[in-house]
């Protein structure tokens, strides 16, 4: 892998900072098999107490059983275009199909196991007729992990912070990751041809009990969650790279697919009004906006994407190359989410309020709720159970994104010493969002979430290269770029991130940001790989996108605008220095000492004037409503620091490293309407130990890895602070974690 920090017209005009060039070895130089296996835990989780839900009996595979699939009931609601309180809607049927205790029924795990992880990688190749060599390699892996949190979530009603809820958020992860790749290469002379497979399967089942205070109702809430999250994806990419003479052609195409489905996203609430009136003083469910619910909800998104593109270079001398290309890119993204409401009418007993989810659900409590004389019979008041759709505006979105892209570009080294990238890239983009109308008889207007964006740009790049020195050299470049929203920051429909812990909404009225940006670097190479840089950067951007949050509850929603406008500046120091400790003698004779460290030091500055406007919702709005003019954007921090310190042996595989790294404070979200401190992270310092030992056992090599991460005991820490109060918003106790591997190689 090769990290671009400086733009050049051949690379995508997104181009934020950085580039990251994969090339996937297809070809190994002999036959192997390699088998490795790894277990880990942590503080917080392994072998504490946590919790869990039965779910299906593959849960632990990644997989789902099938237990999770459409009841017949919902799946023809979901077919036939009704909405859930039309007379047809069986709602009897999709509540006995909904209330499935393996899916609601939460339990605690007295014991968390370790977490483990398995994988196998194979490779092979043979040479055919004089110039020809073909390979293979494949490789996959299974990882089970388990993740405690006790987040603390607190929310504020104004400016003072003063407290409008507070909670405490104890979350059982269980991540299970399976990858795949296969990987087919063959060389013909000077011809060279990849073609790459890659899956990968990422499933969350997060578990979830909540206990905190409504401040304002002065009541008590237990709310119970049970998710399951399946993201997938599937990327298939063809490159082929041609040398003929002094004319190289490089070939690339490729689709991916990616999907992400959420079945059955449950969430129970429990109430305690903490008077005298209450029951015991217990937490009652009673299926009203008031005093508990039950909702559940089914995302379901499939993005397609479609690539390709040509590059041709022509080395016409010594000191001149041209390069021309062509990209295409066809993104189109479908989702659909419904939220479902099931409460139950004024007569519903207080006493089955106390019942567990399973049985506030069950089929027993359903059947009395459409049997009115069974009812009577019991002594009962008359209630009923019913659904309220609250995603009726904004079930389904179709997005899509295609892209034309055109670039040229000269690498002229008109004397000595001094080397000069020269080139221009021109997009033509075409992004929308559309509404999908599900429902047989339409709801009603949906134009304010439709989007639609169509630009062209020129995009220059220009660097220009001195050697000062043999080992000396200065580079300087500019450049122009864009950055465009994201399907998720447009689509008006909620997205729920189980890692940040918080809601999204998407804002239609987003534009694109365009960047100017500026760089100088002096790089030093002392041989033998070490060398050392110095660089500065200034950016200006042109309707950046922020975050800005407000909170409902114990949730936290999030949405996109662009800000007028901002500037970012700063400078880096990046080093890798490297001692051969020989002389030292004995232990010491074969090894050497490493240092690699990065130090990075930005600042940045939003501009918000009194009559700037914002759109949000297809609305103009007062930017001060979101963006305090100079403070900084989202996501930076005034400082990063990354250290590696590494001792290592030349002669066999021995190598014990040290990781520290450290970042400063930095914004994560707006406060609400402008009128509330921003949210802030504070990532602090966190120190990791790696060490990795060659071994033979009956004549097989393998491979030792210890590590010790997060030794400094870091939390994960967001907050706001007004100067006076500080209130924690996404807060939680991280821990140490331990692990060992072990690898063999045949």
Known sequence: SLVQKTYSANFPGEFGGGVINLTTKAIPEESFLEISFSGSGDEQTTFSTGYTYYGSQYDWFGFDDGSRDLGPELQEFFDSGARINDPEVDTKGILLELGNPNRILLQKNDWLPVNMSGGITAGTGFDFGDTGRFGVIATASLSNEWRNRRIISQSAINADLDLDSDFVDFVTDNRILVNGLLGFGLELGEHQFRLTNLFIRDTLKRSGLSLGED??????????NTSWFERQLLDTQFVGELEFGALSVDLRGGYAQTQREVPFDWEFTYSRNNNA???????????????????????????????????????ATDWLSATVGYAYT???????????????????????????PDNLLGDALIE??????????????????NIFETTESDPAFEAGLEIHAAYGKLNISPMAGLTLDLGVRYEDATQFVNPVEVFTVPVGSQEDTSTFIANDYFLPGATITYEILPDLQARISASKTIARPQFRELIYQTYYDPESNRQFNGNPSLIDTELTNYEAR??????????????????????????????????????FANAPAATLYGAEVETQVTWDLYDWGGFWETKQFLVIANYTYTQSELKVGPDDVTRVLNRDQPASNFFRDGVALTGQSDHLVNLQLGLEDQETLQQFTVLLSYASERVTSRGAAASLPDIVEDPGVRLDLVYRQGLTAFGIPLELKLEARNITGRDHIEFQDNGTTRIDINTWEVGRSFGVGLSAEF
């Open 277 to 315: 009136s209450d029951i015991g003083g217990l937490f009652l469910n009673t299926l009203d906006p008031q005093r508990g619910g039950a909702i559940v909800s089914f995302s379901d998104l499939t993005e397609d994407l479609y690539y390709g593109g040509i590059d041709l270079t022509y080395e």
């Open 522 to 559: 002096l790089e030093y190479y002392m041989g033998g790989g070490d060398r050392i840089s110095v660089a500065g950067f200034y950016k200006d951007l042109e309707n950046p996108i922020e975050i800005f949050s407000s909170f409902s509850d114990n949730d936290q929603i999030s949405g």
């Open 330 to 356: 066809d993104t189109n993204r479908f989702s659909t989410r419904r939220e479902f409401d099931i409460r139950a009418s004024t007569g519903f007993p207080d006493v089955f309020g106390a019942f567990r």
């Open 215 to 224: 401040l304002q109702d002065n009541d008590t809430d237990l709310i119970q």
């Open 368 to 385: 009395l709720g459409f049997d009115p004389e069974a009812q009577a019979a019991a002594g009962l008041d008359p209630f009923e159970f």
